[in-house]
C-alpha cells in the first residue's frame, strides 16, 4: 500500500460520546441518577467536545432516561464541552431548553419501515415533527444534530439505496440541522458500502456536516472507521465501553466502544483531544456499578492482569 493511500486522513477528529444517551438507552436495568451524573462528569473529564447526556423522549416510552432534567442539573459542565440531548418533540424541547442544553438531536432514519416500527410514523411524518423543535433551537441559538439510522441497511427492508439516504439527509439540512450522524444501526456494514453512501453524500452535502455513527455488531466498525477517514470525514460517534447492545441482534454488540475508536486514531496520529486513560477509568466505573464487563477490546487488553 502506497502512503498516499493516507492522504485525505484527517489530522484531527471528533469523537462524540453517546454512551450516556445511545448506550444506556440501550441497556438493560436502570442507572441511579447520581451514578449517570458521575459517569458524565468522568467522560467530561476525559476532554470530549460533544458528550451526548440524555434524551427528552417521553418518560412512558424510554424509562431508563426519565430523569433527563436532573441528570443535566446536577453534572459538572466543563466549558469546552457541548452537551447535547435527543429531542423528538415540542415538549421535550421545551424540558431540553429548561434544562440549559447546549445542543439538540433529532432522530430519524433512511428506510420507511424502520421510522414506523422505531417512531411510529413516516419518514415525512418525522421530519414535520421536527420542524417546530428546530425552529426552537435554532431562535435560542442551539445547534442541531439529525440522525439517520438505518442507512446501511435496515432490520425490516435489508439493503438501503444510498440515494434514500441522501434524500433525507438534504431534507434535514433544508430543516436548519446543523450536523447528519449517519448511523449504521443494525451494524451490516462493510467498508465498500461506508464509500457508497459517502460518496452519494458528498454530491450534496458539506463534508464539515457528515458524522460517521457505526455499530460493531459484526465486527466491521473499525474498518468502517478508515474507510470514511480516507474519505476525510472528521466526527465520528461512538459509547464508552461499548454501551448500547444491538435490540436486533440480541447479545452482540451495538455502538462501536469509543476506547477502540481512539486506540484507532491515536495510533494513527490523529489527534481527538481525548485521554483513552481517561476513558477507561469512565468505563471501570460503570462496569463497576452494573456488574458487566464492557465491550471494548482495547478496554479488555488495558484491563487485562498477568
Ligand atoms: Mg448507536
Given at each position: 500500500m502506497s502512503a498516499s493511500a493516507f492522504d485525505a486522513i484527517p489530522q484531527r477528529v471528533t469523537v462524540v460520546e453517546v454512551g450516556p444517551r445511545d448506550g444506556l438507552q440501550n441497556e438493560h436495568g436502570a442507572l441511579a441518577t447520581a451514578d449517570k451524573i458521575h459517569f458524565i462528569n468522568l467522560l467530561s473529564a476525559a476532554g470530549f467536545?460533544?458528550?451526548?447526556?440524555?434524551s427528552f423522549v417521553s418518560p412512558k416510552a424510554i424509562p431508563q432516561l426519565a430523569d433527563a432534567s436532573e441528570v443535566l442539573a446536577g453534572i459538572a459542565r466543563r466549558p469546552s464541552t457541548r452537551y447535547t440531548a435527543l429531542v423528538p418533540n415540542v415538549r421535550g424541547m421545551e424540558r431540553a431548553l429548561a434544562a440549559n442544553i447546549s445542543e439538540v438531536a433529532v432522530f430519524t432514519g433512511a428506510s420507511e419501515s424502520f421510522v414506523q416500527h422505531n417512531i411510529h410514523t413516516s419518514i415525512a411524518g418525522s421530519l414535520a415533527n421536527f420542524q417546530p423543535v428546530i425552529t426552537m433551537a435554532r431562535s435560542a441559538g442551539l445547534r442541531v444534530r439529525g440522525y439517520i439510522s438505518t442507512?446501511?441497511?435496515?432490520?425490516?427492508?435489508g439493503t438501503v439505496a444510498p440515494a434514500a439516504v441522501a434524500r433525507v439527509a438534504t431534507q434535514l439540512l433544508d430543516l436548519g440541522v446543523d450536523e447528519l450522524s449517519i448511523g449504521d444501526t443494525i451494524g451490516v456494514a462493510t467498508p465498500r458500502a461506508v464509500v457508497d453512501v459517502t460518496r452519494t453524500l458528498l454530491a450534496q452535502v458539506a463534508i464539515d456536516r457528515i458524522a460517521m455513527h457505526f455499530h460493531d455488531t459484526r465486527g466491521t466498525a473499525l474498518a468502517n472507521v478508515l474507510a470514511a477517514l480516507q474519505l476525510g470525514i472528521s466526527t465520528f460517534d461512538s459509547a464508552a465501553g461499548g454501551l448500547g447492545g444491538c435490540p436486533y441482534a440480541p447479545g452482540a454488540s451495538g455502538n462501536l466502544a469509543t476506547e477502540d475508536l481512539l486506540y484507532l486514531l491515536h495510533g494513527m496520529g490523529?489527534?481527538?483531544?481525548?485521554s483513552l486513560e481517561a476513558v477507561i477509568e469512565a468505563s471501570r466505573f460503570l462496569a463497576g456499578v452494573r456488574g458487566m464487563t464492557p465491550a471494548s477490546r482495547y478496554y479488555a487488553a488495558a484491563t487485562a492482569s498477568g
Amino acid at each position: 500500500m502506497s502512503a498516499s493511500a493516507f492522504d485525505a486522513i484527517p489530522q484531527r477528529v471528533t469523537v462524540v460520546e453517546v454512551g450516556p444517551r445511545d448506550g444506556l438507552q440501550n441497556e438493560h436495568g436502570a442507572l441511579a441518577t447520581a451514578d449517570k451524573i458521575h459517569f458524565i462528569n468522568l467522560l467530561s473529564a476525559a476532554g470530549f467536545a460533544v458528550i451526548e447526556a440524555t434524551s427528552f423522549v417521553s418518560p412512558k416510552a424510554i424509562p431508563q432516561l426519565a430523569d433527563a432534567s436532573e441528570v443535566l442539573a446536577g453534572i459538572a459542565r466543563r466549558p469546552s464541552t457541548r452537551y447535547t440531548a435527543l429531542v423528538p418533540n415540542v415538549r421535550g424541547m421545551e424540558r431540553a431548553l429548561a434544562a440549559n442544553i447546549s445542543e439538540v438531536a433529532v432522530f430519524t432514519g433512511a428506510s420507511e419501515s424502520f421510522v414506523q416500527h422505531n417512531i411510529h410514523t413516516s419518514i415525512a411524518g418525522s421530519l414535520a415533527n421536527f420542524q417546530p423543535v428546530i425552529t426552537m433551537a435554532r431562535s435560542a441559538g442551539l445547534r442541531v444534530r439529525g440522525y439517520i439510522s438505518t442507512a446501511f441497511g435496515c432490520p425490516y427492508e435489508g439493503t438501503v439505496a444510498p440515494a434514500a439516504v441522501a434524500r433525507v439527509a438534504t431534507q434535514l439540512l433544508d430543516l436548519g440541522v446543523d450536523e447528519l450522524s449517519i448511523g449504521d444501526t443494525i451494524g451490516v456494514a462493510t467498508p465498500r458500502a461506508v464509500v457508497d453512501v459517502t460518496r452519494t453524500l458528498l454530491a450534496q452535502v458539506a463534508i464539515d456536516r457528515i458524522a460517521m455513527h457505526f455499530h460493531d455488531t459484526r465486527g466491521t466498525a473499525l474498518a468502517n472507521v478508515l474507510a470514511a477517514l480516507q474519505l476525510g470525514i472528521s466526527t465520528f460517534d461512538s459509547a464508552a465501553g461499548g454501551l448500547g447492545g444491538c435490540p436486533y441482534a440480541p447479545g452482540a454488540s451495538g455502538n462501536l466502544a469509543t476506547e477502540d475508536l481512539l486506540y484507532l486514531l491515536h495510533g494513527m496520529g490523529i489527534v481527538t483531544g481525548v485521554s483513552l486513560e481517561a476513558v477507561i477509568e469512565a468505563s471501570r466505573f460503570l462496569a463497576g456499578v452494573r456488574g458487566m464487563t464492557p465491550a471494548s477490546r482495547y478496554y479488555a487488553a488495558a484491563t487485562a492482569s498477568g
